[in-house]
Each structure stands twice: as structure tokens, then as C-alpha cells.
């Protein structure tokens, strides 16, 4: 028996596509949205991306100038002091005849290797003084291993002299202070025009390696 399509039916056929055809529009309209979105977030993750290697490039580059001024003020510190030494370390009853800058010692035999900033010497005492900024925890136990190494190497050389230990800084904190003089090193710091040298005393003694 042949089935005849009624109006309702019709009808019901043109609901159901205008809806189909609406939804692949709004789906099309939906992917545009879409990939225009992704097209956005590229462009931002690439301009962010040069703005990371910029912002890289810029910290690098303030690294390398601030790196270069602290070793040039370093050296100028280091200019300041050290010839003044013999004269401020004379107030503390040391005759010092000799002095010494960026003085390396090495034994390669012996597996020791040191670099001094300023070597003062004399017949019965050296005094080796490390010049730092701010002289951190760090430096201190630092130079203390310093000092250990050069006993070691004037012992091998039958040099029997008393080596004492100084730390110079352009700005000591308190506990780093403390922790130095407690250490046995003489701390050395600007006072005014000039720099003052703390000796420790008290509770403290001078270290003699």
C-alpha cells in the first residue's frame, strides 16, 4: 500500500533541516570564534615570548654592567687601602716591611692554590688581608681555608713565621663583623676619609695559623 506524505509531516521535515542548517551555521560561526581566539593567543604568546628574550637580554646585560662596576669599585677599594695598610697596622704595633698585591700562591705538587690581596710581611709575622664589598659568612670561612692552604705552604717551605688573617670591607654588617672577629681576623672598615682597623680583643683573640 503506497504511503502518502501528509502537510504535518512536511512540515515537521522543514522544522527538523531549518534547525540542522541553523546549527551547522552557528557551528561554523563557533569554529571562526575559535580560530580567530587561537590566532589571538598565538600572537600574545609570540609577542610575550620576544618580550621574555628582551627582558632576558636586558637583565643579562645589567648583570654584566653591575658585575663590571663592582670589580671596578672593588679595585679602586682595593687602591685605597692597601697602600695605607703598614701605617694603620704600625698603630697596632706591627712593623710590616713588605707589601704584596694580587699575589698567587701555588703548589701543584701538593695540590694548594690560593690567590692574596695584600701580603704584608716581616721577619716573624705575615698579615694577609682579604678585601671584599660585603664581606659575607662565606668570605670569612673562605679566607680561613685561605689561611690554612698558606700555612700548609709555608710549612714546606720552612717558613715559620706567625700568619694572621684581616678582612676589609666597604660595608661590614654587625654579625658578619662578629663573625669575623670571632674567627681571629682583624676587620678592616672606612671611617670618614680613611678606614679604621678592629682587632679582636675581648672575648676574641687574634688567630695565629
Do not use: C
Request: proline residues 2%; aromatic residues 8%; glycine residues 4%.
Amino acid at each position: 500500500m503506497e504511503t502518502t506524505q501528509t502537510v504535518d509531516e512536511k512540515l515537521d521535515f522543514d522544522k527538523v533541516w531549518a534547525a540542522i542548517q541553523a546549527t551547522n551555521e552557528q557551528l561554523k560561526e563557533t569554529e571562526r570564534i575559535i580560530r580567530e581566539a587561537m590566532k589571538e593567543t598565538d600572537r600574545i604568546v609570540k609577542e610575550n615570548a620576544i618580550q621574555l628574550k628582551e627582558t632576558d637580554r636586558q637583565m643579562k646585560e645589567t648583570d654584566k654592567r653591575v658585575g663590571a662596576l663592582t670589580n671596578r669599585f672593588g679595585e679602586m677599594v682595593e687602591y685605597m687601602v692597601v697602600p695605607n695598610l703598614v701605617a694603620k697596622f704600625r698603630e697596632l704595633q706591627f712593623e710590616f716591611e713588605k707589601t704584596h698585591r694580587d699575589t698567587v700562591i701555588a703548589s701543584k705538587e701538593h695540590n694548594i692554590y690560593t690567590e692574596v690581596d695584600a701580603f704584608l710581611e716581616n721577619g716573624d709575622k705575615v698579615m694577609i688581608v682579604e678585601i671584599k664589598n660585603t664581606p659575607s659568612v662565606d668570605d670569612i670561612d673562605d679566607h680561613v681555608k685561605r689561611m690554612e692552604k698558606l700555612r700548609a705552604y709555608a710549612d714546606l717551605h720552612n717558613d715559620r713565621r706567625a700568619y694572621l688573617g684581616a678582612i676589609a670591607g666597604v660595608v661590614f654588617n654587625d654579625s658578619e663583623k662578629t663573625y669575623a672577629l670571632k674567627n681571629g681576623f682583624y676587620v678592616i672598615e672606612p671611617s670618614g676619609d680613611t678606614f679604621t682597623i678592629t682587632e679582636p680583643a675581648g672575648k676574641y683573640h687574634p688567630h695565629e695559623w
